[in-house]
């Protein structure tokens, strides 16, 4: 009874600075996190313990598309815990089934079978592990400053030196590129007479590298924690183009980009590029219960064996399934959010609100020599923190101060220093609910963080 009177006297604490105070002894942190209790949150806005409020203009870590509170969400949540919460993949339960029908109905063209799991890097975990059974081949092409995760072959796809060099050697097989960063081209070239080399790049890589042996290319649509690189036009197309030349899978990483974020439900919808594997979190359900998906042409599925029938080898080969695939609670707030999202076409407001809060992102800083690039799709825009325009390089301090000040002043936004050349990148992904006014609210506040840092 003394560790139950310890355990209820802990639960019936509500002091902020005590449950701060426990948060920094007992907690790990490998991010940096609001130093605030949060009592409350609400569409775009976060509410502390002393009542100070924040403007989300990052949706949490880029997750929360449909806002906080949503209640369709939150009573479909509460009705499938009356009904079964506990299930395991081992039985089929309504909301899963349901669930991956909605999303071949909405993915783009093929994409008919489903993987449903519970994080961004285990999505990407399980794609990697699908190409390399489905081709047999064993090297996998991605790109300098993307993010994929961070289990083990999800980081080891990941470009990013500062979140891998403490774990090296990482998995082997994975061959990385240059992105298509034309803001800082890495072969010093300029867009449209670059002749796309980014993309031709991986025509090269694959060559190299032996078609036999490389399964396939993964990435973001925009590279999005990496800076929001924007690739031009051609660039998927062509890559499209190479992977089908090389009988090469492609894997588009829209744990961040998907459903409605970028103005398309689905980023690679910008460029009419349908890829043979989709990996999807996040925005799938806005983060209300964790979940993922991995998505597959059927040609795929079935060299799996993802049924007995499919494949009489089936109970002879390595298990793809995890112990929480499938979960109920999961895939009812999955739907539920879903649902939302094209009932209220958050897309259409993503890129609304996108063109909007880029348009004054871009009036900002052409009136400060340390602001350089704003660019964006929808509701995802990054802006480049410089020395000075001319010669665009990064200001690490600057970015980060910036950050931090805007927080205090209540409007919270990313900074990304570390994935694609150490640059010191901005980033602005609020809500697919964001209003008018709310982007007003969010300009004044920045413009207001500006005038601390100049």
Known sequence: MVLLEKIDKILATDDPSQLLEWDKSFGFHPHENIPAVITKAEGVTLTDAQGSKYLDFLAGTTCVNIGYGNRDVINAIKKQLDASAGLTGLAVNPSSAKLMRVLAEIAPKGLTRCFMISGGSEANEMALKIVRRATRKFKIIARWGGYHGNTAAALSASGVLNYKMDFDPVLPGFIHVPPPYCYRCDFGLEYPECDVMCARIIDYAIHYEDPKQ??????????????????????????????????????????????????????????????????????????????????????????????????????????????????????????????????????????????????????????????????????????????????????????????????????????????????????????LIVTREEVDKALEIFQKTISQCS
């Open 214 to 431: 490389v399964a396939a290319v993964i990435a973001e649509p925009i590279i999005g924690w990496g800076g929001v690189i924007i690739p031009p036009k051609e660039y998927f197309p062509m890559i499209r183009e190479i992977c089908n030349k090389y009988d090469v899978l492609l894997i588009m990483d829209e744990v961040l980009t998907g459903f409605g974020r970028t103005g398309k439900l689905f980023a690679c919808q910008h460029w009419d590029v349908v890829p043979d594997i989709m990996t999807l979190a996040k925005g799938i359900s806005s983060l209300y219960v964790p979940c993922s998906a991995v998505l597959v042409q059927e040609k795929i599925a079935e060299s799996l064996g993802v049924a007995p029938e499919l494949s009489p080898k089936y109970v002879e080969r390595g298990i793809m399934g995890i112990t929480s695939m499938n979960h109920p609670l999961a895939c009812a707030a999955a739907l539920a959010n879903i649902r939302v999202i094209v009932e209220k076409d958050l897309s259409k407001n993503a890129e609304k609100m996108g063109e909007y809060l880029l348009s004054g992102l871009k009036e900002i800083s052409e009136e400060h020599p340390f602001l350089g690039e704003v660019r964006g799709k929808g509701l995802l825009i990054g802006l480049e923190v410089v020395k000075d325009k001319d010669s665009k390089e990064p200001d690490m301090e600057k970015g980060r101060e910036l950050q931090v000040k805007s927080i205090f002043n209540g409007l919270i936004i990313g900074h990304s220093a570390m994935r694609t050349r150490n640059s010191s990148i901005l980033l602005f992904t609020p809500p």
